[in-house]
């Protein structure tokens, strides 16, 4: 079952991979902010997969200073977080004008939590775990549209 399934998800990468590639945004630069290792790695290694260039924060602090340095073209927000949540990194980003235009995509285990997301200055939230066909073409609408798109 575990193989078919590994089967399954590497086709699923192929073709999302051939969409993304096509797109005008392969190669665009995502910050992941997640303190968990395992799931930071997951990311940042799928999101390579597809053609992204990846860096990442191990918490809030280090994700607003990294936003700030690399000016991501897209920021993954965990809100909970040491050090500094995401909520609160995301409010410090969103006052500083070169970040106003950044897309910043939560990403939260919390049931309930858009008004919270949303209210904090982040544009859109993907729930744990990640569907990730859903989560990369998530990321693409966000990466083609800019802030202009909402959903």
């Not at 990442?56 to 991501?72: F, I, L, N, S, Y």
């Not at 939260?108 to 919270?116: C, I, P, Q, S």
Request: net charge neutral; aromatic share 4%.
């Amino acid at each position: 079952m575990g193989g078919s399934r590994g089967a399954r998800a590497i086709r699923e990468i192929r073709n999302i991979r051939s969409v993304v590639n096509g797109s005008s945004r392969s190669g665009s630069v995502i910050l992941v902010a997640e303190d968990h290792l395992d799931s930071r790695d997951a990311l940042k290694t799928l999101l390579e997969a597809v053609g992204y260039r990846v860096e990442v924060a191990t918490d809030g602090r280090q994700a607003v200073t990294k936003a700030v340095e690399k000016h991501p073209a897209l920021i993954l927000m965990d809100m909970m977080m040491p050090e500094m949540d995401g909520f609160e990194a995301t409010r410090m980003l969103r006052r500083r004008a070169d970040m106003k235009d950044v897309p910043i995509v939560a990403l939260t285990a919390l049931d309930g939590a858009r008004e919270n997301v949303l209210a904090a200055g982040c544009d859109d939230y993907v729930t744990k775990p990640i569907d990730m066909p859903a989560f990369l073409e998530k990321l693409e609408r966000w990466l083609s549209t800019g802030r202009r798109h909402s959903f």
